[in-house]
């Protein structure tokens, strides 16, 4: 039995402990500024104008009126948009478009005004004449030749970054097997919806220093293209600030930046004024990125006794009219389909392909969920065709401690088999269940130890101590809800012998925190804490140090625990951290204790082979649903859910049950309802009545046991889970539906229509 | 959003009266969950909205225990109705409809006079009232007029109301014994949805169980909330058993208009359809045994 969540690490005073996230009375009491609240003097109010068609020549476009109308500032159309001024991984979008759009969101003009009303008014004058071109709505359509062009200069639909890898001989092993499965999965567009909709406010100062407010995951990143924005705007030189307010909600969405903020740039620059664009809820739907939808054919076989012998997988990913991260998702998609479970011999080809649909981009588990969605319900078809139990099966293939995978994944800490456990045990996988009632498990493997995708994986902090004990540490790491300002609070705290509310934790601003690579890849907690960490210790050496020569013992007998610093063995050598900060810094040629810290881990970037451990350590986890099929509607009716997870360590379990319930909640709802329904490249459901989000009222409930492995790289053992919640929560649930009734969906959402229909063919 | 100004008449007559000073400009508002929502979208730009909300006689719930008959005033909130003990106790189909009406803020304030002119095909308050027999009390600027509830909808967000015409209450008339009733919204989450489709099933049995009246009404199922005549016509005068609801499903389904569009498709709530009419009906059985 694993040990209840609040049986955790209790030889520590702060990590460990269930602290409610620091800024949460702030935001419960309406206090948390949201870019929504910033009010700047002078300021304007943009509005941006996206395309009446998925696939048209943009004939003319008079503004005049739009320009003439009172209230007006400036109108912006792809014209005044500089020609380098471009955005996405491959830089092909420019942030207004030109000549042609391929698709509905294409932005075609914008506005600023003094008024959101009247800049919305504004757009509404501008006339454009379009002549529309045959578009393209299918990806594996879009590969075929004949297809029509999504960019005219590129001789092809199909992005030019194959993925395409082997490991060992996947012929030589299908040949060998003796169980061999096959099939094809699909999922379609889900997007984040997050509470507060996207916006920017920029402004330029006097000497033409832009600074912008905006909602980003990824300050130095943003700030690195908005540098490159002011080059292409002739502004060489000139300073970017990036700011970002309380967001909410990230879940990827804000893993690159969008056309939105360089239009805010544009307009504030053009304007001498600040200028804010925030988004409404359609626009939120309409503008913002989704999750990449995916065509999945896999193969896999196994030897008689159940170990697995290859895996095979073929994927076609919808790009979109643009290419953003999503493009990137294979990269992530290739770590559960070499190394979940072992498998000697794995064969990957992925194409991304231009549509004139909506342009993907990174989300929760970035590609983890819809290739773990393919093995996992594939493992079950696997083992059931061995003839083996789904359970022993997965623990015959387990990943262990020290294993290398075909990628070169280092698998050092692995609580995988414990969390296969948990879910047995918790959700009693050998009951009988009574007609239309189900179990169904699927396990997890993610990064948890950084992702090094690019040339950095690092974060950097800066610590400074007061004359108090209290503490200022300048993180490059990004809270953005996951709680990292607990996480570092309560990591400096313990390091120092505080509490974590001693520590304020500053983060989100490039003109006063180090350079960061973003709140991504589910690294914050293994990076920003491990450069916490290390400057804490730098800190501590200089207080040790410090205190050995005012007690005269040697550094190594000096401890720092309930604020004071003090000799175990010896009573009277004690004293407050306030009181020796003080000592050290008012006197000749006194000092102030601070430190910086930059922390890189030892991964690796994948090279041209794809090989490498691209992560310093790698979470786990394993998920288990109960269902209950009505088998006359299709519904499906989640009853239990137990979702395990291997996290190293917990540094907040209260936090930790919370990143898991909403992971699990948003999987869920991946799972059974939420679809972003595009027609001819059409979003027909913008809203929250037609997106079916889980409601309060649709969430179950969850047990969320921790299984602690003390990975030896993290921040006190801990590895990453801001994503693993959501991975295998699709397959878990298709699982149990196919023990409870007998029929296998790979297409996903999981549709009452889709198991009724499925229901019927079974039933005749 | 478009400023107007917000009214707030004490009795219908005043109402009528601001209407009719401002005609065109003009629009009553109930509990506004439908009207502000229009409003703030810019799909609807009055000057002046008039509220019903301090006309109390319109939020008056009341069951005449002489006559037996029961009066919703049209102001009456969903909540209320909800929470009213004798409400789902004499009127379960009532409480079906009514708890799982948006989500609990949505239902303090939406009142069921406007979910009957707001006139969506998916009202889920409209079905119950039909297969209750209500009757619509309507008062405009030449005195009030009686409509059944069954013929009050023209066509989505068009009902039979003139110009300035209120509606008042919903008066139900008295329930004969022996009568059972049950709702039940199809839909894809537990809270903050529109019915996929809405079954709505009430039976009255004679004395020798045989069926004196059936009503079988659909939300969703066709441009306004609709009576499957088919199949209550089916079920009067016989014995019901499971397999003759089975049967008034399939007829049900049939008569139905269901359409594909991108909440659902059409088969799907056909099937739908026939399952509910005889799990309701069933639900309807079983509450007139226990009422024995
Ligand atoms: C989030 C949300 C969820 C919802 N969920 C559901 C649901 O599950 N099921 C459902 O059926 N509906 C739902 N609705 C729609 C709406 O809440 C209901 O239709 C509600 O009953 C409308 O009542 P109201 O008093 O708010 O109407 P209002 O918005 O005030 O008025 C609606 C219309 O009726 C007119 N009107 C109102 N009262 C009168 C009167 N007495 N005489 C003449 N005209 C009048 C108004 O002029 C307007 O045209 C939902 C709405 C929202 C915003």
């Known amino acids: ?764 | 959003m478009k400023a107007f100004k917000y009214l707030s008449p004490t009795t219908v007559e005043e109402a009528i009266a601001f209407h009719g000073r401002h005609s065109e400009t003009a629009k009553y508002i109930g509990g506004g969950t439908d009207v502000i929502v229009k409003v703030k979208e810019g799909w609807m730009e009055p000057d002046y909205l008039i509220s019903l909300k301090k006309i109390e006689e319109m939020s008056e719930l009341h069951k005449n225990d002489a006559t037996g008959e029961l009066s919703i005033g049209a102001m009456v909130t969903h909540a209320t109705l909800e929470k009213s003990l004798m409400i789902r106790n004499e009127y379960p189909i009532i409480y079906d409809a009514v708890s799982n009406i948006g989500s609990l803020q949505v239902r303090n304030v939406g009142t069921i006079g406007g979910n009957l002119i707001n006139a969506v095909p998916s009202a889920d308050g409209a079905i119950p009232l039909i297969a209750l027999d209500g009757v619509a009390l309507l008062h405009g600027p030449d005195g009030e007029r009686s409509v059944e509830v069954k013929d009050l909808f023209i066509a989505p967000y068009k009902t039979v109301l003139k110009p300035r015409e209120i509606l008042k209450k919903i008066t139900i008339p008295p329930q004969e014994p022996h009568t059972g009733s049950a709702y039940i919204k199809f839909g894809r989450r537990a809270a903050m949805e529109l019915p996929l489709i809405g079954i709505g099933v009430l039976l009255t049995l004679d004395d020798d169980d045989t069926c004196a009246k059936a009503r079988i009404c659909l939300g969703v199922a066709a441009p306004t909330p609709m009576r499957a005549f088919d199949a209550e016509n089916f079920l009067v005068g016989k014995k019901i058993d499971e397999n003759i609801l089975i049967e008034a499903g399939k007829i049900a389904a049939d008569e139905s208009k269901v359409r594909d569009s991108i909440r659902g498709k059409a088969w799907h709530r056909k099937e739908m359809i026939r399952v509910h009419v005889r799990r309701m009906g069933l639900k309807c059985l079983n509450m007139i045994k226990d009422n024995y």
């Open chain 1, 1 to 764: 039995m694993s040990k209840s969540n609040n049986e955790l690490s209790s030889e520590f005073s702060v990590v460990g402990k269930r602290i409610p996230k620091l800024d949460a009375a702030q935001k419960a009491m309406g206090r948390a500024e949201y870019i929504q609240d910033i009010k700047l003097p002078g300021m304007l109010f943009g509005k941006i104008l996206y395309s009446k068609y998925a696939h048209a020549n943009i004939v003319k476009i008079d503004t005049s009126k739009a320009v003439a109308f009172p209230g007006v500032h400036a109108v912006l159309t792809g014209e005044d948009v500089p020609k380098k001024m471009k955005m996405g991984l491959i830089k092909d979008n420019p942030p207004i478009k030109k000549g042609k759009v391929c698709s509905f969101r294409d932005e075609v003009a914008a506005v600023a005004a003094i008024s959101p009303e009247i800049a919305k008014k504004a757009l509404g004058l501008i006339e454009i004449e379009y002549e529309e071109l045959e578009g393209i709505f299918d990806p594996e359509k879009a590969m075929e030749k004949n297809s029509p062009l999504v960019h005219d200069h590129l001789k092809s639909n199909v992005l030019k970054m194959p993925w395409n890898i082997h490991y060992g001989d996947v012929e030589k092993a299908e040949k060998e097997s003796a169980f061999v499965v096959e099939d094809r999965f699909t999922t379609t567009w889900v997007t984040h919806c997050c509470m507060g909709t996207s916006g920017a406010v920029a402004l330029f100062d006097a000497s033409e220093n832009l600074t912008i407010y905006t909602n980003t995951q990824i300050p130095s990143l943003a700030h690195k293209d908005f540098l490159e924005a002011l080059k292409a705007m002739g502004l060489e030189n000139k300073r970017v600030r990036v700011i970002k307010p309380v967001i909410g909600g990230g879940f990827g969405s804000k893993l690159d930046t969008y056309a939105y903020e360089h239009i805010a740039i544009l307009l504030a620059y053009k304007c001498h004024k600040p200028v804010k664009i925030v988004f409404d809820r359609v626009e939120e739907f309409k503008a913002t990125s989704t999750r990449q939808p995916t065509v999945t054919y896999i193969k896999q076989g196994c030897d008689k006794n159940g170990k697995l012998t290859f895996r095979n997988m073929r994927m076609v990913l919808d790009n979109g009219g643009h290419t953003s991260w999503g493009a990137t998702t294979p990269s992530v998609m290739l770590m559960p389909i070499s190394s979940l479970y072992r498998v000697e011999n794995v064969k990957y080809n992925a194409k991304c392909v231009y549509t004139n649909n909506t342009y993907s981009q990174a989300m929760r588990g970035y590609g983890n969920p819809q290739a773990t969605f393919a093995i996992e319900s594939s493992m079950d078809i696997l083992a059931e065709k061995a003839g083996i139990d789904r359970i022993e099966f997965r623990r015959i293939n387990k990943n262990r401690s020290g294993d290398e995978t075909p990628q070169g994944l280092k698998i050092t800490s692995c609580g995988l088999e414990e969390c296969i456990d948990a879910v047995k045990e918790e959700l009693k996988f050998d009951g009988k269940n009574e007609k239309g009632v189900g179990t169904g498990i699927a396990s997890l493997i993610h990064v948890g130890g950084g992702a090094r995708i690019y040339g950095s994986d690092g974060c950097g902090a800066i610590l400074k101590m007061d004359d108090y004990g209290k503490v200022d540490i300048f993180t490059g790491g990004t809270d953005m809800g996951q709680g990292l300002d607990n996480i570092t609070a309560q990591i400096v705290a313990e390091e120092l012998g505080l509490l974590a509310e001693d520590i304020n934790v500053v983060h989100s601003d490039t003109d006063i925190c180090p350079w960061d690579v973003g709140a991504h890849a589910s690294r914050s907690t293994f990076v920003a804490g491990n450069a916490a960490l290390g400057a804490a210790k730098k800190v501590k050496k200089k207080i040790q140090d410090f205190a050995s020569k005012l007690f005269d013992v040697p550094c190594e007998k000096i401890e720092l625990k309930d604020k004071l610093v003090f000799v175990p063995e010896d009573k009277e050598k004690s004293m407050t951290i306030g009181k020796l900060l003080r000592k050290a810094h008012f006197r000749p040629g006194g000092t102030m204790l601070m430190a910086e810290h930059f922390y890189d881990p030892d991964n690796q970037n994948m090279g041209k082979e794809l090989k490498g451990n691209m992560s310093m350590t790698y979470s786990f986890g394993a998920h288990g649903a109960k269902v209950k099929v009505d088998e006359e509607t299709g519904k499906v009716e989640v009853l239990e859910y137990v979702a395990a997870h291997d996290v190293g360590r917990a540094i907040n379990p209260l936090l930790l049950e919370g990143q898991v319930y909403g992971g699990v909640v948003m999987g869920l709802g991946y799972a059974l309802t939420e679809e972003v329904t595009i027609k001819d490249g059409k979003i027909m459901n913008a809203n929250f009545r037609d997106y079916k989000l889980f409601t309060a009222k649709d969430a179950v409930k969850i047990k969320a046991p921790v299984i602690e492995t003390i990975d030896k790289d993290g921040p006190f053992g801990a590895k990453g889970i801001g994503e693993p919640g959501c991975v295998p929560t699709a397959p878990a649930i298709a699982n149990a539906i196919y023990d409870a009734v007998g029929v296998r969906i790979k297409d996903l959402p999981i549709t009452p229509e889709k198991v009724l229909a499925a229901l019927k063919e079974k039933n005749g």
